[in-house]
């Protein structure tokens, strides 16, 4: 069990046999009557995003999930094949199982995959991953590394993200993966 007041975004919990992870807790005191803590949940089996308000010091169960490192394989019409690393088993993972992970997931690389009860529920990557830029608009002269533009790009995994201008066609670049931003030139 796990009090309310310690929840951290990334926790999973389990509530009326669902599983969700905790995307964003708040702890209000205000200034009349009991402190209560605003949580938004993401509902890992559907997918859905709620948001509740839960009394400080409420305990709720934990939810232990497994976590198996697999190597993803490819995609193909139906989803993404992943590898168990030690196993060699093959299994498939919907687009809506990965979630914003795919943005950032390339082919042989490894990556931690979480089950649940024997499910397969979600990914983990790296904060941060170095990816190719395979389409931007070319320099001008005159960009340079302390300029303020930014411009349009896109990596090697079909991702979008904003760039400086200085960055090229080819560059690897590293990106925070929580945030889906630039981090700089690799």
Known sequence: MISTNDFRPGMTVERDGQLLQI???QHVK???????????????MS?????????AGEKVPRAHLEKRTMQYLYRD???????DTETY?????SPEDIGDA?????????AEVLTFKGRMVGVNIPASVELEVVE???GVRGDTVSGGGTKPAT???GAEVQVPLFVERGDIVRIDTRSGEYMERA
Not at 30 to 44: D, E, I, Q, Y
Not at 77 to 83: A, K, N
Not at 89 to 93: A, C, F, I, V
């Open 89 to 93: 088993e093959q299994e498939r993972l």
């Open 47 to 55: 997918g859905s995003i709620t948001q509740e308000t839960m009394r």
């Open 30 to 44: 205000p200034g009349k009557g009991p402190a209560f803590v605003r949580v938004k949940f993401k509902n890992l």
């Open 23 to 25: 995307v964003e807790s």
């Open 77 to 83: 019409g139906e989803g993404y094949h992943f590898m």
């Open 136 to 138: 931007t608009m070319p």
């Open 155 to 157: 990596l090697e995994t």
């Open 102 to 110: 795919v943005n950032y997931l390339k082919e042989n690389d490894t």
